[in-house]
């Protein structure tokens, strides 16, 4: 389908699962509770699973470079958006997005800032919605340093989480994969991940730390990126 957004918002690969697949996914998710790891032995790449788990099991993503979150507190968060600018627990709707959350090493690179988005489109009365659309991006000055760490996803209960209000884009409705709780949150499993786990790495773009509110209005209004 063609929308009417620029080529940088990228589409999530094909994810076509055979009913193999889709039970396997089903038994891990069965058997994901007291925050244990996940013991991923499926030739699926791990993307597809979070995908999935979110999807169809109901549950919010959140990556981290810390694999020992017992709980998930409530923290101001530094957000250009007022949804995301709250004291909050935030997570994602879709696996693949977390997953960048995960592997960006901000430690390490402590002054590199981040720019990343997942919406899908909908047209209310045409009755469709698209496919995820994603843009990932980091500090310009930290890009050819391979930022990049191993990480984990936690699978979090989404039942005190709200999502994101969706926004007007002419006739479309544009929805964020964004979530936020106001209350603590347990995790019921994690998944260790690996730069080389996420799909879109060799697209990770780099942008000037000093243009952030230009790259936030291209993102909100569907412009060019900024050069």
């Not at 979110?54 to 919010?60: I, N, P, R, S, T």
Request: glycine share 6%.
């Amino acid at each position: 389908m063609d929308l009417p957004i620029p080529d940088y918002w990228l589409p999530r690969p094909a994810m076509e699962l055979d009913d193999a697949t889709r039970l396997a996914f089903d038994e891990l998710l069965k058997a994901a509770q007291g925050n244990a790891p996940i013991n991923y032995t499926l030739a699926v790449p791990k993307w597809q699973f979070l995908c999935y788990a979110a999807e169809h099991g109901g549950l919010a993503m959140h990556g981290s470079g810390n694999a020992n979150i017992a709980e998930f507190e409530p923290r101001q968060s530094n957000d250009l958006n007022e949804f995301g600018n709250r004291k909050a627990v935030y997570a994602a709707a879709d696996g693949l997005w977390a997953m960048f959350f995960a592997i960006v090493d901000r430690d390490r690179f402590s002054g590199m800032s981040i720019t990343n988005a997942c919406i899908r489109l909908a047209h209310p009365t045409e009755g469709w919605v698209s496919e995820p659309r994603y843009v990932f991006s980091v500090s310009d000055k930290a890009l050819p340093h391979a930022p990049w760490r191993e990480g984990v996803v936690y699978l979090l209960p989404r039942t005190t989480f709200e999502t994101q209000a969706p926004m007007s884009f002419g006739p479309f409705e544009v929805r964020i994969a964004q979530l936020a709780s106001l209350e603590p949150v347990t995790p019921l499993a994690r998944l260790q991940i690996s730069p080389s786990d996420f799909p879109f790495l060799a697209q990770i773009r780099g942008h000037d730390d000093a243009r952030l509110a230009e790259y936030a209005h291209a993102l909100s209004t569907g412009a060019p990126w900024p050069q």
